[in-house]
């Protein structure tokens, strides 16, 4: 399995795209597909034709994923977006940030 850097749960800063600036929290990763969904981002509107599901069809917002290449981690204890590298506490690696040195409890 791919290990990344972000992980669920992870507040994170979206550097480019239509979303670019803009934070949110991360609600799930997309492995296979090397993205992520962020919470109230990236969505767009889609039209659905009437079906069995949604019988009057129309519009629903679609919380689309984003790549997880231009998604940078909001370290909690510095609140920045900031490079997080990886810490080998010898029984297992844990994410700390380049900025503050904050070591995040999530082990990847
Ligand atoms: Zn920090």
Do not use: W
Request: proline share 4%; aromatic share 2%; with cysteine.
């Amino acid at each position: 399995m791919k290990k990344f850097k972000i992980k669920k749960g992870d507040t994170v800063l979206v550097g480019t795209g239509k979303e670019r600036g803009k934070t949110g929290k991360v609600v799930t990763i997309l492995t296979k597909s090397d993205r992520a969904i962020v919470e109230g981002l990236n969505i767009y509107k889609k039209h659905a034709k009437p079906s069995k599901k949604y019988p009057q069809g129309g519009i629903m917002d679609v919380n689309s994923p984003i790549k997880i290449d231009n998604l940078t981690v909001i370290c909690p204890g510095c609140k920045k977006a900031s490079r997080i590298k990886m810490k080998n506490t010898g029984r297992e690696k844990r994410r700390v940030c380049v900025k503050c040195g904050e070591v995040s409890d999530a082990t990847l």
